[in-house]
């Protein structure tokens, strides 16, 4: 889906920090835009205004979104350069049909082995989950539904498990972005928390069946709600 681009004064990025990686900055800058929605999917990335935004050159901007296209994060589309990468119902499958797999699993293996900390920070990241989407924060609602989880996954024991669904998950932050904000706007904001609660339980009992039930039903659910709200945007 295309989105109107923003003009220079309201690109929603910082300037670079002097004596830094300024590589790495016009990346983290880009990367976070887009994680938290300021640049949705089908938005243009010029590469001179993006420069001018953040105070460099084009070079680094050129590097960084070689960079986000290696991760999945952005495309380049004919006649328009390079792009948030926008939906398609194939990869929607595809991304939550490994998801389902690698978390299904990480979840079993974090139920087991998830110690009296783990489950603290668990209960402390629910409640500033809760809290983002009482305000209407999505992008900070998906902030901390993901450390939940990954204090969960690092209970796993699996760092390459790990590293594996985060990539997952960056690669589908647009996704999860359109699916959280549908519920937001329907009014079911408690679909967005009833299943951490579920597995925040289940990990409390160390029960790796009902743990990996409530991961299944939370993938497939959002992953529903969002080719919901993909069809809604497509006027299907």
């Not at 960079?67 to 328009?80: A, K, M, N, S």
């Not at 783990?118 to 900070?140: P, Y």
Request: aromatic letters at 6%.
């Amino acid at each position: 889906m295309e989105t109107t681009d923003h003009r220079i004064g309201d690109m929603p990025i910082r300037k670079l920090e002097p004596n830094a990686l300024v590589g790495d900055q016009a990346f983290t800058a880009i990367h976070d835009a887009i994680m938290n929605g300021d640049f949705k999917a089908g938005y243009r990335l010029r590469i001179r205004d993006l420069a001018e935004g953040l105070g460099t050159s084009v070079m680094p901007v050129r590097e960084a979104i070689r960079r986000l296209e290696e991760i999945g994060l952005v495309e380049t589309v004919p006649y328009r350069g390079a792009v948030v990468k926008g939906f398609t119902a194939q990869e929607l499958e595809h991304v939550y049909s490994t998801r389902r797999l690698l978390e299904i699993e990480a979840s079993r293996l974090g139920a087991l082995n998830a110690s009296s900390q783990t489950i603290q920070r668990m209960t402390e990241e629910f409640g500033l989950m809760k809290n983002a989407l009482s305000k209407g924060d999505v992008a900070g609602y998906l902030d901390r539904d993901e450390a939940l989880l990954e204090e969960f996954y690092a209970a796993a024991g699996n760092p390459v498990l790990s590293e594996l669904i985060g990539n997952l998950w960056k690669r589908c932050r647009s996704y999860k972005l359109v699916g959280a904000q549908e519920a937001v706007d329907a009014g079911v904001s408690p679909a967005l928390w009833h299943y951490q609660a579920e597995l925040i339980e289940a990990v409390r009992a160390h029960d790796a069946q009902r743990a990996v039930t409530a991961t299944a039903a939370s993938l497939d659910e959002a992953a529903s709600r969002i080719e919901d709200a993909m069809n809604a945007m497509s006027g299907d």
